[in-house]
T-cell receptor, first 115, second 114 residues
């Protein structure tokens, strides 16, 4: 089954404790990206990656890191989480057609709470 | 940065009626794509429909159609014959072909009444 898998789905942590949210896709997609969803703000892009070893900042990259060492994996790293990073996080992937990026396939979301 | 505006935080529609969800966008780039996604209460994001900026015809997918008015920078979603299962949050989004970033609106919560 074609899917994007995120782990963990739910996490409660404390300020300053490094954490990683993993994301893996089995569709051989080149494009992957991370978003955070907050009430009233919709989804905002954190980072995206066009291919292995190619990453770039989205609209809200502060406080986050990413890496793309393999095509299928795109982990999101919070080096020192703070309460304002409490949010619902989505990973998504997409084919890269000639005219820009195609539709996004989303993971199920990871709800993160930072105390 | 691109801006996507969804002016209807919440809407009600009677089952079997049609409903239009509004979306306007702000870009000076001629090459972009427009998307609509559905988020049910269970939380997953479901792709509904896509319109390219150079497409001449409005996109349709089953009961969903996208009313694309390029001059007005408007990309409204029309759902025909609403069903109870259509109750969800709906997000409009855009991506620029050159930059491969995605921008989402704040969403419209649709409630379908029996």
């Amino acid at each position: 089954e074609a899917q994007v898998t995120q782990n963990p789905r739910y996490l409660i942590t404390v300020t300053g404790k490094k954490l990683t949210v993993t994301c893996s896709q089995n569709m051989n997609h080149e494009y992957m990206s991370w978003y955070r969803q907050d009430p009233g703000l919709g989804l905002r892009q954190i980072y995206y990656s066009m291919n292995v070893e190619v990453t770039d900042k989205g609209d809200v990259p502060e406080g986050y890191k990413v890496s793309r060492k393999e095509k299928r994996n795109f982990p999101l790293i919070l080096e020192s989480p703070s309460p304002n990073q409490t949010s619902l996080y989505f990973c998504a992937s997409s084919l890269e057609p000639i005219q820009g990026v195609g539709e996004l396939f989303f993971g199920e979301g990871s709800r993160l709470t930072v105390l | 940065a691109q801006k996507i505006t969804q002016t209807q935080p919440g809407m009600f529609v009677q089952e079997k009626e049609a409903v239009t969800l509004d979306c306007t966008y702000d870009t000076s780039d001629p090459s972009y794509g427009l998307f609509w996604y559905k988020q049910p209460s269970s939380g997953e994001m479901i792709f509904l429909i896509y319109q390219g900026s150079y497409d001449q015809q409005n996109a349709t997918e089953g009961r969903y159609s996208l009313n694309f008015q390029k001059a007005r920078k408007s990309a409204n979603l029309v759902i025909s014959a609403s069903q109870l299962g259509d109750s969800a949050m709906y997000f409009c989004a855009t991506s620029l072909y050159n930059f491969n970033k995605f921008y989402f609106g704040s969403g419209t919560k649709l409630n379908v009444k029996p």
